[in-house]
């Protein structure tokens, strides 16, 4: 079929609305030459919403703001594909370098790259990338080059120069600061460098900044919006559940929402203790938050490890928090964390399951020190001495834990508003209570 009669075809199709036009290109595989279906399954410009292609004037950087499944990654891929091309209205020229990060190389490839909506899979065959693991690089036929970064090395970005970025899931990217100073020195290429940013938004300085520079191009989408290309059970589940609260405002809506006003926790206070990575540390534990029972479908059991240096301070190290898992599973995470990180011990809140709770670790490591903790207080008199030790600067995290740090700036008076128990956050409490508030305890060492 000539290239006269696709554009025809896909000008009689364009009216349709999107329902009809995927249940049509079903229809087209079971009877059109596969040609056909390739041609139209990859036009771009057919399947888009507005909000899915550049808005006009072109702009240095265009910040994609979306939910879950809102279609950024497409988006981005496309974007990336028309640059590499040199497509209209992308580009009127190849662009020869590109760089391609996201919160580590495993995301890049997984989802960038390899993933459904990923470069590999939206071009045509004469003009699909290779792409090859080892080098970390993708290359076009018509010679331009994409390579591959991770946002947990800033200094990978140190060096190389680009003509265009592509930068996905920003807001949740270690080093972010830094990481992005990296990449503008590095986007010198060309007449007008550019770079877009795809992301589900979170009330991060940078993001913020993003929003109102005046070089900034914004297209914000929710996940209701690419409803057409997702599970519908998973858009009913979703929006039933989440929907209105805030972490649906932000996971499916797109929005940037700030804690909540009541919170202990701000996103400020715990930005002035980002560190990159953690000094030598004197004592390190294990904080367990065990959910209240062994079912599937009971609460995540907290798992938060931290660590105290010669100074005094705090610096929180990770966060393993399980969901859905039974008493050996999360048992058996605790211990390995324990061993990972060299700790002196588990510090188990043993509230709910009492003796069981240490028995069930026992039976995973009879030798690992194990300092029971039991609430006497509500959970927000027990955070707020923690929230204080935060106020004045004393605790830092060793990296970014997003979940962990969405629930320390919701959680106020009443709890969270999802109404949900905060695992996470119970874990950090009972660790740097432990660690810098709590009268100095010998561990219980069982089996010994």
């Known amino acids: 079929m000539s290239h006269n009669s696709v ?10 609305s999107p329902r009809r036009r995927v249940k049509l290109l079903k229809e087209l595989v079971q009877t059109a030459p596969p040609e056909l279906v390739e041609v139209i399954e990859k036009h771009w410009a057919f399947w888009a919403r507005p909000d899915q292609l550049p808005p006009e004037p072109l702009m240095p950087i265009w910040l994609v703001l979306g939910g879950r499944g809102a279609g950024k990654t497409r988006t981005g891929a496309e974007w990336v594909k028309g640059m590499a091309l040199g497509h209209p209205p992308y580009s009127k020229a ?3 370098r590109i760089a391609l990060i996201g919160e580590t190389q495993g995301q890049v490839r997984d989802v960038m790259i390899e993933g459904v909506s990923g470069l590999l899979s939206i071009h045509l065959r004469g003009e699909r990338p290779s792409w090859s693991p080892s080098l970390r690089q993708l290359k076009w036929p018509n010679g331009a080059i994409a390579q591959v970064f991770s946002a947990e090395d800033p200094e990978s970005l140190r060096g190389p120069q680009f003509g265009a970025a592509w930068s996905d899931e920003l807001a949740k990217w270690p080093n972010l600061q830094e990481c992005w100073d990296m990449l503008q020195f590095g986007l010198r290429l060309g007449d007008h460098p550019r770079q877009i940013v795809t992301t589900t938004p979170r009330p991060l300085p940078l993001v913020k900044r993003l929003l109102v520079e005046p070089n900034v191009a914004v297209s914000r989408a929710k996940t209701a919006d690419n409803r057409f290309n997702l599970a519908a059970e998973f858009v009913r589940t979703v929006t039933q559940t989440y929907g209105g609260t805030r972490l649906g405002r932000q996971e499916l809506d797109g929005e940037i929402v ?3 006003a009541d919170a202990l926790w701000t996103r400020a206070m715990i930005e002035a203790g980002r560190e990159r990575e953690a000094p030598s540390l004197s004592r390190i534990v294990v904080a367990v938050d065990p959910p209240a029972t062994s079912s599937r479908r009971a609460d995540r059991c907290g798992l938060v490890v931290a660590g105290l240096d010669a100074l005094g301070l705090g610096h929180v190290l990770e966060d393993a928090t399980l969901a859905g898992a039974r008493p050996h599973e999360w048992a058996q995470k605790a211990v390995a964390l324990y061993r990972r990180h060299e700790a002196d011990a ?9 003796e069981m709770v240490e028995s069930v670790i026992r039976e995973v490591d009879a030798g690992v020190p194990v300092i029971a903790v039991r609430a006497t207080r509500g959970k927000y008199l027990r955070a707020e001495p923690v929230a204080a030790l935060y106020a004045q600067g004393r605790v830092h995290h060793a990296g970014a834990f997003a979940e962990l740090e969405d629930e320390m700036c919701a959680f106020g008076p009443g709890g969270l508003e999802t109404g949900r ?5 119970d874990a950090l409490v009972w660790a740097l209570t432990h660690l810098m508030l709590a009268p100095k305890c010998r561990p219980r060492v069982r089996g010994m």
């Not at 554009?7 to 349709?16: E, F, G, N, T, W």
């Not at 588990?346 to 009492?354: I, K, P, S």
């Not at 128990?421 to 956050?425: A, E, K, Q, Y």
């Open 94 to 96: 190849k662009t020869e």
């Open 421 to 425: 128990s905060p695992d996470r956050l």
């Open 258 to 260: 700030e804690e909540s």
């Open 346 to 354: 588990l510090v188990v809140e043993v509230n709910q399951g009492g």
């Open 7 to 16: 554009k025809i075809l896909l000008d009689v199709l364009r009216p349709l």
